[in-house]
């Protein structure tokens, strides 16, 4: 279960909207939300118009043809599309960041430029399916970290009061940070989880460079300054408020969650990310030895098994010889060095002396 904060209501205001559908409202925190993202590999972000111009269902409105182009054109082709991919509507307009018809994906962090209603079959066909760079447009490089908040208030009036309250404050955050160029917001559509509003996914880079997409839910603006100290700045996920992330399924972001430690403001929860490190199909292939209880080996390689019980004999010779000789006085010690010494002499000089004969 997510931690509450204090006094998020400072950021909206303690009216009776905030109380029904912002951070004050009586549903925050109270369910567990690690595991509540579905599994998907890919993220397509349309961009299209603002966040008042949205109907409730974008994708599915006659009168905003682009996404509903977009979404049927994927849902047509989806036993076609080997890399499971999830599709969102997000801003796109003059004075903001991305354009109208602007196409994002993560994590190949890659961005084609206007997208016309007579394009979509074709890159669709091309970069989705196939995976190819679109025959009809330049592909361009996304840099730094971007953050996609809910605000599809028409969908939802939760997102609609919580998201741009959370976009205005990281906006202030980034420019006192002075990451303008490095740290980009933008709205975007319902992903899933009104209950868990604020809602947001981060896609940044992680301490070894690769593209990560993490979900977060419960995000009030107190959450902010942490999300990208800790988060963008360190790669630390903040797993009291995190749902899950691109590549794992719900299965596993609920293995997560129990191996959380309890909730407690005085001990904060986070976790290096651990996205790189080896699955248990690349364990099983790594040849490794270790001890298990009463001298049963664990080894994953028979031909270890000798080598460990080998190497643990040895061990236990040493162990006995230094406890036997620990025994001793120093003298004796000395003594015994000293006639093994003379032994050895005399052996020596009648070898020679047989030679010589």
């Keep these: 279960m997510a931690e509450a904060v204090d006094n998020p209501s400072s950021f909206s205001g303690e009216s009776d909207e905030d109380f029904k559908y912002g951070f004050q409202r009586e549903e925050m925190y109270k369910a567990s939300i690690a595991g509540t993202v579905d599994a998907y590999d890919r993220h397509v972000f349309l961009c299209f118009k603002s966040p008042e111009d949205w109907l409730p269902r974008v994708e599915g409105s006659d009168s905003d043809l682009l996404p509903k182009l977009f979404s049927s054109a994927l849902k047509s082709r989806k036993n076609d599309i080997a890399v499971k991919t999830k599709f969102t509507i997000c801003e796109g307009r003059d004075g903001t960041e991305f354009s109208d018809g602007d196409v994002l994906i993560f994590p190949e962090m890659i961005k084609y430029k206007s997208l016309k209603d007579s394009d979509v079959d074709s890159f669709v066909d091309d970069v989705i399916v196939n995976g190819k760079p679109w025959a009809s447009g330049m592909q361009e490089v996304l840099t730094g970290s971007h953050i996609f908040v809910c605000a599809h208030g028409s969908r939802d009036k939760r997102c609609g009061v919580c998201g741009p309250v959370l976009i205005q404050k990281l906006k202030e955050e980034i420019d006192l940070r002075g990451l303008g160029d490095q740290v980009f917001v933008t709205p975007c559509s319902h992903v899933g989880g009104h209950k868990y509003a604020g ?65 407690g403001k005085d001990q904060k929860r986070k976790k290096k990310h651990q996205e790189d490190s080896p699955s248990l199909g690349n364990k099983e292939s790594v040849a490794g030895c270790c001890q298990g209880a009463d001298g049963v080996s664990c080894c994953r390689d028979a031909t270890l098994v000798d080598k460990c019980t080998s190497e643990e004999q040895g061990k236990k010779v040493l162990t006995k010889l230094s406890h036997w000789m620990g025994t001793w006085e120093q003298g004796d010690v000395f003594a015994t060095i000293a006639v093994v010494g003379a032994v050895a002499t005399v052996a020596v000089a009648y070898s020679l002396y047989r030679r010589s004969g």
């Design 199 to 263: 809602n947001l996914i981060i896609y940044s880079p992680n301490p070894e460079g690769k593209i990560m997409g993490h979900w977060y839910g419960y995000v009030t603006p107190n959450d902010v300054p942490e999300l990208l100290d800790q988060h963008i700045g360190k790669g630390e996920i903040i797993e009291r408020i995190w749902r899950g992330q691109m590549g794992s399924s719900t299965e596993e972001g609920e293995k997560v969650d129990e191996q959380k430690l309890p909730n």
